[in-house]
T-cell receptor, first 121, second 109 residues
Framework: DTGVSQNPRHKITKRGQNVTFRCDPI?????LYWYRQTLGQGPEFLTY????????KSRLLSDRFSAERPKGSFSTLEIQRTEQGDSAMYLC???????????????????FGAGSRLTVL | GQNIDQPTEMTATEGAIVQINCTYQ??????LFWYQQHAGEAPTFLSY??LDGLEEKGRFSSFLSRSKGYSYLLLKELQMKDSASYLC??????????WGAGTKLIIKP
C-alpha cells in the first residue's frame, strides 16, 4: 500500500467553475476524512465517512460542497460554482478504528494524503 | 468556544533542544496529537498523549498535563530536516479533532 493518494495535486480554475478532487485511502482503513487548510492555519474539518456512510458534515460547509464515497473505498469532493475564498489545500485522511492493532489505546490516528491545492482566479 | 493555542513561529539552532508549547480549552478531552508538516506536504503523525506524563520516542518527546490543559513537544539534537510546522490537535468529548494553527519551527545552522 502506498498510503493515501490524492489527485489532482494542483488545480487552477476560474471563479464559477466546478472542480472535483479524488482521494484513494489506505485500503484497510474504513474511515475517510476531508479537511481544508490555508497557509498558516491548521486543518479545518469538512466531512468524514465510515465505509460508504457520510457520518458528519461541518456546519461551515456550504451547499456548494459535496462529498461521496460510493463503494466505501475512494472518495470525491466536488466544489460547485467556485469562489476565490475556496482557494486552499484540500487534504484527505484515512484511519482505522480497529484499536486492538494500535498501541495507542484505540486512538484514531489519521494518515493524510499530500493534498490537492486549489487556486480560484 | 474551543481553542488551541501554539506560538506562531520559533527559531532554534542545529544540534540544540527546542520545546513547543500547546495550551487547549476544549469541551472535554480524549487525547492530544502532535503532527509534523513540512511546507507543501501532508501532516504526519508524531505522538499521542491521553494520560499525564512524558512519552518519549527517539529525539522527540511529548508531555501532557490534563489539569493544566497543557502539552509540549520536545525536540532534541535538532537537525535541519526538523524545519517544519508542528500541529497540536485535541480530541474533544464528541471525539472531534480540534486543530491548532501550528508552530513554524525554523532551524538555523
Amino acid at each position: 500500500d502506498t498510503g493515501v493518494s490524492q489527485n489532482p495535486r494542483h488545480k487552477i480554475t476560474k471563479r464559477g467553475q466546478n472542480v472535483t478532487f479524488r482521494c484513494d485511502p489506505i485500503s484497510e482503513h474504513n474511515r475517510l476524512y476531508w479537511y481544508r487548510q490555508t497557509l498558516g492555519q491548521g486543518p479545518e474539518f469538512l466531512t468524514y465517512f465510515q465505509n460508504e456512510a457520510q457520518l458528519e458534515k461541518s456546519r461551515l460547509l456550504s451547499d456548494r460542497f459535496s462529498a461521496e464515497r460510493p463503494k466505501g473505498s475512494f472518495s470525491t469532493l466536488e466544489i460547485q460554482r467556485t469562489e476565490q475564498g475556496d482557494s486552499a489545500m484540500y487534504l484527505c485522511a484515512s484511519s482505522s478504528i480497529l484499536g486492538q492493532k494500535t498501541p495507542l489505546r484505540g486512538a484514531n490516528v489519521l494518515t493524510f494524503g499530500a493534498g490537492s491545492r486549489l487556486t480560484v482566479l | 468556544g474551543q481553542n488551541i493555542d501554539q506560538p506562531t513561529e520559533m527559531t532554534a539552532t542545529e544540534g540544540a533542544i527546542v520545546q513547543i508549547n500547546c495550551t487547549y480549552q476544549t469541551s472535554g478531552f480524549n487525547g492530544l496529537f502532535w503532527y509534523q508538516q513540512h511546507a507543501g506536504e501532508a501532516p504526519t503523525f508524531l505522538s499521542y498523549n491521553v494520560l499525564d506524563g512524558l512519552e518519549e520516542k527517539g529525539r522527540f518527546s511529548s508531555f501532557l498535563s490534563r489539569s493544566k490543559g497543557y502539552s509540549y513537544l520536545l525536540l532534541k539534537e535538532l537537525q535541519m530536516k526538523d524545519s517544519a510546522s508542528y500541529l497540536c490537535a485535541v480530541i474533544d468529548s464528541n471525539y472531534q479533532l480540534i486543530w491548532g494553527a501550528g508552530t513554524k519551527l525554523i532551524i538555523k545552522p
